[in-house]
Antibody
């Protein structure tokens, strides 16, 4: 059974940093692209970033480019999102999502339950 | 990248059919057959219902179907059931190699 378990969320002050993790199991982690998708309270979904199976390819939404960094450790079956210079508008539930193939973020067949990030003073 | 346009809400009675539209541009919906639809119940993670415009993942009811014409994609749910009440989001790959979602549609089963 595919499982994605996010962690690392919490309350952080504006301008602060946070690192999210997503521990995966139930599939060959190193064979699939992964993404982070967020959802602000009461709002819609927003794709944040994606990374290819090897980690060589990454992409970001304009809203986080230059502030967030996606990475993965295939030896630990874990996906990461380093978030710097956080703003109030980054407040959201952050979901980890698995892609169909080793690259591309066209669609996601499995999602984690999410971790809440709150940016507030 | 602007969000795709979806109606804020739709409703239907049990047994009826409804259609949710998702309008983008030639740089996203119209340019690629990479439109997906997700169902999200309150407090839950999204669930993939349709991918690549009209394909259903294993386990998804055949009451759900997808299509596309030009820059507009559509999700049709036939034989509405109470458990279909949820939020629905479309998404599309874009020419910027990113992914864009629609604003979401709340489906109410009357």
């Amino acid at each position: 059974e595919v499982q994605l378990l996010e962690s690392g969320g919490g309350l952080v002050q504006p301008g602060g940093s946070l690192r999210l993790s997503c521990a995966a199991s139930g599939f060959t982690f190193s064979s699939y692209a992964l993404s982070w998708v967020r959802q602000a309270p009461g709002k819609g979904l927003e794709w944040v970033s994606g990374i290819s199976s090897s980690g060589a390819g990454t992409d970001y939404a304009d809203s986080v480019k230059g502030r967030f960094t996606i990475s993965r450790d295939n030896s630990k079956n874990t996906l990461y999102l380093q978030m710097n210079s956080l703003r109030a508008e980054d407040t959201a539930i952050y979901y980890c999502a698995k892609g169909f193939y080793n690259s591309g973020w066209h669609r996601f067949d499995y999602w984690g339950q999410g971790t809440l990030v709150t940016v507030s003073s | 990248q602007s969000a795709l346009t979806q109606p804020a809400s739709v409703s239907g009675s049990p047994g009826q059919s409804i259609t949710i539209s998702c309008t983008g541009t030639s740089s996203d919906v119209g340019g690629y057959n990479y439109v997906s639809w997700y169902q999200q119940h309150p407090g839950k993670a999204p669930k993939l219902m349709i991918y690549d415009v009209s394909n259903r993942p294993s386990g998804v009811s055949n009451r759900f179907s997808g299509s596309k014409s030009g820059n507009t994609a559509s999700l049709t749910i036939s034989g509405l059931q109470a458990e279909d009440e949820a939020d629905y989001y479309c998404s599309s790959y874009t020419s910027s190699t990113t992914l864009v979602f629609g604003g979401g549609t709340k489906l109410t089963v009357l």
